[in-house]
Nanobody
Framework: VQLQASGGGLVQAGDSLRVSCTAS????????VAWFRQAPGKERAFVAA????????YYTNSVKGRFTVSRDNSKNMIYLQMNSLKPEDTAVYYC??????????????????????WGQGTQVTVSS
């Protein structure tokens, strides 16, 4: 599976932005997708994840109530809708996919090593 993230940009605090992840290649396989982000000088951190069916979604505490992950399997697209953006949301956002069961545990689905396939990242900058 090849992934490509897009839709990043420069916004002001309080604005909304939607980043997208396009999947191609072996899309017949059932894969969960997560969004991670990496700010300058920091490690890559889990943001959100969604199972293949879309029935289960997960979020890190700092984005709950502000971010929504969704997917359209007919279009091989995964989205991250980000509302009420804050300067601390500034980072490069990556989408990643895994064929493993992310419902297994928090540790499993938030670990970057769980995900086999990665997109190239898209920059999101939130100004104050």
């Amino acid at each position: 599976v090849q992934l490509q993230a897009s839709g990043g940009g420069l916004v002001q605090a309080g604005d909304s932005l939607r980043v997208s992840c396009t999947a191609s290649g072996r899309t017949s396989s059932r894969y969960a997708v997560a969004w991670f982000r990496q700010a300058p000088g920091k490690e890559r951190a889990f943001v959100a994840a969604i199972t293949w069916s879309g029935a289960n979604t997960y979020y890190t505490n700092s984005v709950k109530g502000r971010f929504t992950v969704s997917r359209d399997n007919s279009k091989n697209m995964i989205y991250l809708q980000m509302n009420s953006l804050k300067p601390e949301d500034t980072a490069v956002y990556y989408c990643a996919a895994t064929e493993s069961q992310i419902t297994l545990s928090l540790l499993h689905r938030t670990n970057p090593n769980t995900y086999t396939y990665w997109g190239q990242g898209t920059q999101v900058t939130v100004s104050s």
